[in-house]
């Protein structure tokens, strides 16, 4: 099945009036009309299937029946939209369910700020306490990682073309390259270790050390869990606070709901948004150790810091981590997708594939390079799979299916995506 730009489709008003900025609609360049589980749709009734679902916003897929339903009802009995950050009913239950359902079984006895409404908001909140708590300003982050596009989230970003962008300078923040990266292993933590106790490496005491449990626009590298834990042990040694962004990680992509659970690891903040409000709509949280929780009240505010139909989905969505079907559904289809590592190794020896859970990457760097990717992202996306690149050159290609996607659906998408390796 090839899906040549239809000519019914007229996308003219987007290039006259939207900005130049704009950039997934220049890979994926039809007109999205509806959407269901896995799979997207064209108003003229072409069919995509979705592996990159909203960079990992759509965890549990397009218009997931249980949520769909909730957010409808609350419509229907006219819920409260808009709340500042008074207390609401929409937003009582969300807290409650994030309690039962995350931060007691992760063992967090944090606060929770609601941020702006993207994640880069949530980055912004943990990086301000963090140097609002510790009264230190220095921040130790990792090369590769990505943590936003407003200044502070910037600041901590590796990507030079994200930097540019936003001409943020290398103020305060030390970077220091991950444990694994496309320059091989590093011994990051004896880097971080030998700056902290050489009274004269030019790096002060920082407030924080922020990264992903799992490097995902840096081209999906997973941390171990032990280098995890001995970064906690290193950091509560010189009284450096931890930020873990579980921005993409988080709920549920790479096996539990947050990356780092299975490393035992507490996070002093945790950032936390894309899926948590199950049905893309846009939501941000900042988890805040109980004794770091040191704002006055509104010293970090903005209008939209409650979407409370985010609340209400985001409360039916986390009512899915109940169901043991859920779980299952989960297990199977991180099972099947991680067969694929054989499948993209017998295409090409040379292609490396790295992951967790349900997010995938397939190294094409020693293997063809950003021009192999880019030719498997098109093929793909003329044969119905959206799906997208990272890493530094966009040499990964990077594979996000829904957590719960169907194993027929699953299967043809990979189909589509060896048949593209084959191709390009
Ligand atoms: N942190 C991580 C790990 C991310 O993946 C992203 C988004 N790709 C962000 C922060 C920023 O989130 P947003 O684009 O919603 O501002």
Request: hydrophobic share 40%; with cysteine; proline share 5%.
């Amino acid at each position: 099945m090839t899906s040549p730009p239809h000519p019914t489709e007229d996308l003219s008003v987007f290039h006259r009036l939207e900005s130049e900025v704009r950039l997934y609609c220049r890979k994926f360049p039809v007109l999205f009309e509806r959407a269901k589980g896995a799979e997207l749709y064209t108003g003229d009734g072409r069919r995509f299937i979705d592996f990159f679902c909203g960079a990992g916003t759509l965890n549990y897929g397009h218009n997931p029946e249980p949520v769909k339903r909730r957010i409808t009802e609350y419509l229907a009995a006219d819920g409260l939209m808009h709340g500042l950050d008074m207390h609401t009913v929409a937003k009582r239950d969300f807290l409650s369910a994030l309690d039962e359902v995350v931060l007691r079984p992760c063992g967090l006895d944090h606060k929770v700020q609601f941020c702006g409404p993207t994640g880069t908001d949530a980055v912004e909140a943990a990086l301000k306490i963090a140097r609002r708590a510790t009264g230190r300003s220095g921040v130790i982050a990792f090369t590769g990682g990505y943590h936003g596009m407003s200044k502070g989230s910037l600041e901590v970003t590796g990507s030079r073309r994200a930097r540019r962008a936003g001409q943020v300078g290398g103020a305060d923040v030390t970077f220091v390259p991950y444990e694994d990266g496309p320059l091989g292993p590093f011994d990051s933590l004896g880097l971080i270790e030998r700056l902290l106790v050489d009274r004269s490496s030019g790096v002060s005491l920082p407030a924080a050390v922020i990264l992903e449990p799992v490097q995902m626009e840096g081209g999906v590298y997973p941390a171990s869990f032990g280098w995890l834990r001995e970064l906690r042990a290193m950091t509560e040694r010189h009284g450096i606070l931890l930020i873990m962004d579980e921005i993409q990680t988080g709920c549920g992509r790479t096996g539990t709901f947050f990356g780092f659970e299975p490393s035992g690891v507490v996070p002093d903040l945790v950032t936390v948004s894309k899926s948590i409000s199950g049905y893309g709509f846009p939501l941000s949280l900042a988890l805040i150790r109980r004794d770091l929780d040191v704002w006055e009240p509104g010293e970090h505010t903005g209008t939209f810091r409650g979407n409370q139909l985010a609340f209400v989905a985001a409360t039916a969505a986390l009512g899915l981590w109940r169901q043991d079907g859920f779980h299952a559904a989960r297990a199977a289809a991180a099972q099947q997708l991680a067969g694929f590592r054989a499948t993209a190794q017998a295409v090409d020896p040379d292609i490396v594939v790295r992951g967790r859970g349900m997010a995938l990457g397939v190294d094409l760097g020693r293997a063809g390079g950003p021009g192999r990717a880019e030719r498997v992202q098109k093929y793909a996306f003329e044969h119905g799979l959206v799906i997208e690149l990272c890493g530094r050159d966009d040499e990964v290609v990077k594979v996000l299916p829904p957590l719960t996607i169907d194993a027929e659906v699953l299967e043809r998408g990979l189909g589509i995506l060896h048949d593209a390796l084959l191709a390009g």
